[in-house]
């Protein structure tokens, strides 16, 4: 991954978080296909070329395809705040990219945008969507790491849970990118962006 940028001038690493089967898709989200590519190949096409090194957090070797350091979950269905601490546990860089895999319109200049954002007294940088929280599009530092840790301990699953202990900064996306951030979580929300843009 070169020309990678930095983050507050450090190096940036990428994790996208994969683990778990979709209940309402019957499969996992990140390998659906959207324009002829995987969801989890099109968030990679978008987050390379921003990070140093790239992690996925899932426990399906498939995923293995794809040429990246693959992690398995350390705790096992207790969701995505599990997934966020094996990934930053794994990273060699003190801020994370962090994106789950059900975002395939996303894009590099979106994320870029949210490079931009002021990390002075943050822990957590997201977009924010209406006012929305978007935790998984979102840059976390490692202080978060012990936090996570003792989260899940006490049977937490919930990544919004954690932005109560630490200290956390929210930037708007931009009208223009709003489509971007969709979540697609169910059979007609993939029918939806069939024919949607090639990103």
């Given at each position: 991954m070169k020309n990678?940028?930095?983050?507050?001038?450090?190096?940036l690493n990428g994790i996208i978080l994969a683990g778990g089967r979709s209940s309402r898709m019957g499969s996992d989200k990140g390998l659906?296909?959207?324009n002829g590519k995987s969801f989890i190949e099109k968030i990679i096409q978008a987050v390379e070329p921003l990070v140093s090194h790239l992690i996925i957090v899932g426990d399906n070797p498939d995923y293995d395809r794809?040429?990246?350091?693959?992690?398995?979950?350390?705790?096992?269905?207790?969701?995505p705040l599990a997934g966020l601490y094996s990934g930053l546990k794994h990273s060699d860089s003190l801020w994370n990219l962090v994106l789950s895999c059900d975002v395939p319109l996303i894009s590099?200049?979106?994320?870029?945008k949210l490079l931009q954002a002021d990390a002075r007294d943050s822990d957590i940088i997201q977009f924010t969507n209406k006012?929305?929280?978007?935790?998984l599009v979102a840059l976390y530092h490692k202080r978060c790491l012990p936090v996570c840790l003792e989260l899940i301990r006490s049977g937490e699953k919930r990544l919004l849970e954690l932005q109560e202990h630490v200290k956390t900064r929210s930037t708007e996306v931009p009208d223009q990118f709003r489509s971007?951030?969709?979540?697609?979580?169910?059979?007609?929300?993939?029918?939806?962006?069939?024919h949607a843009g090639k990103y």
């Open positions: 990678s940028l930095t983050y507050n001038q450090q190096p659906l296909l959207h794809f040429g990246y350091k693959r992690i398995g979950d350390e705790f096992k269905e207790t969701g590099t200049e979106l994320l870029s006012g929305d929280r978007l935790p971007q951030i969709r979540n697609i979580n169910t059979v007609n929300d993939l029918k939806s962006i069939q």
